[in-house]
């Protein structure tokens, strides 16, 4: 008959003493020898579990031999031990830093206590048992330097290109669960920027691990009422993008005063300015427009929200139009100064936080002890 030993979750004693065996993971399940009462003062969730009248809370007769067991199949058993150690105050088996590198290739070890550093991905993971658990305080002493990790794995600041390791949907729920407000303002803004939709409607992100898409938040924790906030300010965006190329459109169409301002070079032979030929030259640029914009499948101008590419790449995309007249050898544009227009307006994308982002934001970051950088821009 062959040994049941095999069956059995690998055993980690975090407490030589304690009376609880918290058997962590499913298939690969690890029992950590642990003091209830210890989790109880840490935890109000693990309070309630452990103490409030649940399953879970009988003791068996420990003279019996018999042992106090609580399964949490749901959980990693290798970022539930750090948090463990932490409770127990075994902060030398605690992680330091957060790796950015260390998501290329398989790590050597799937318990970070041992390994001595946190994947970003591993974070992501760990602060959605701090949320579980309201165990969210007691990273404090670890959060600026795991932070100062995840600034080299998402979003930079001028919000034009992602780092990787970390995708943009954890990144944001990293930054929410430990009250970093201006990494998540700029995960948001990364977010509005580069967002496509789907034709059902739903945002799409692309993941770091692969070349491919998926739903924003699909995998991942999202914070109340985000995806709605990047929708309305991805759409308009996409509105302030548009609205000054309908607007010349409109002029150029009209024939209005204010369009013949568009021709600087009409000059007649004694050097007046001849009027014909700005006439000439904004229907020559109107045709240009509309060439450019068909050529680009954007003609008739679509509405905001039927554009399903990225605030991005529209930009890319306008940005690439052909705006300019070619009547007498001008080089007057519909536009003179809109790659300007478009820059400033992708610069200015800025996520509107409502009051209970803003509430949540600051008390969590009372907690991990980022209220102070929350004064930095």
């Known amino acids: 008959m062959a040994s049941t030993d095999a069956a059995k979750p690998q055993r980690v004693v975090v407490d030589p003493n304690g009376e609880l065996c918290l058997t962590v993971g499913g298939e690969n399940a690890v029992a950590f020898v642990v003091c209830a009462k210890t989790l109880a003062r840490a935890s109000p969730v693990l309070r309630t579990l452990l103490y409030g009248g649940f399953a879970e809370s009988v003791q068996p007769d420990r003279s019996?031999?018999?042992?106090?067991?609580?399964?949490?199949?749901?959980?990693?058993p290798g970022l539930m031990e750090i948090l463990l150690n932490i409770m127990h105050?075994?902060?030398?088996?605690?992680?330091?830093?957060?790796?950015?590198?260390?998501?290329?290739?398989p790590p050597q070890t799937d318990r970070p206590a041992l390994r001595g550093y946190l994947r970003p991905v591993e974070l992501y993971s760990l602060t959605v048992l701090t949320d579980k658990y309201d165990l969210t305080r007691i990273l404090r002493p670890w959060v600026?330097?795991?932070?100062?990790?995840?600034a080299d794995a998402?979003?930079?600041k001028d919000s034009l290109a992602w780092r990787g390791e970390l995708d943009m949907d954890q990144a944001a729920w990293v930054s929410w669960e430990l009250g970093d407000k201006n990494m998540f303002k700029r995960t948001l803004k990364f977010m509005i920027l580069n967002c496509a939709i789907d034709p059902e409607g739903r945002l799409l992100c692309?993941?770091?691990?692969?070349?491919?898409?998926?739903?924003?938040?699909?995998?991942?924790l999202e914070p109340p009422d985000i995806s709605d906030l990047v929708k309305r300010s991805r759409l308009a965006a996409i509105e302030n993008m548009l609205k000054p190329i309908r607007d010349v459109l409109e002029c150029l169409m009209q024939g209005t005063t204010s369009t013949k301002r568009l021709c600087s070079q009409a000059r007649g032979s004694r050097g007046f300015v001849d009027d014909s030929q700005k006439i000439d030259c904004e229907i020559t640029m109107l045709g240009a427009v509309i060439r450019s914009l068909t050529s680009h499948d954007m003609w008739p101008i679509p509405k905001p929200e039927d554009v399903q590419l990225s605030v991005q790449d529209m930009a890319n995309k306008l940005l690439s139009l052909d705006l300019r007249s070619r009547a007498y050898y001008h080089s007057c544009s519909a536009l003179p100064e809109f790659?300007?227009?478009?820059?400033?307006?992708?610069?200015?994308?800025?996520?509107?936080?409502?009051?209970?982002?803003?509430?949540?934001?600051?008390?969590?970051?009372?907690?991990?002890?980022?209220?102070?950088?929350?004064?930095?821009?």
């Open 206 to 220: 692309y993941r770091v691990s692969s070349l491919f898409s998926r739903a924003l938040f699909s995998d991942s």
């Open 64 to 76: 019996s031999g018999e042992e106090w067991t609580v399964e949490l199949p749901e959980d990693n």
């Open 154 to 156: 998402g979003p930079p």
């Open 339 to 377: 790659k300007e227009t478009i820059a400033r307006g992708l610069d200015s994308v800025c996520p509107p936080l409502v009051g209970s982002h803003v509430h949540h934001l600051e008390a969590q970051a009372e907690k991990t002890g980022l209220a102070i950088a929350h004064e930095q821009p």
């Open 144 to 150: 600026r330097s795991w932070m100062d990790g995840v």
């Open 89 to 105: 105050c075994l902060f030398d088996r605690v992680p330091l830093s957060l790796d950015a590198k260390s998501d290329v290739g």
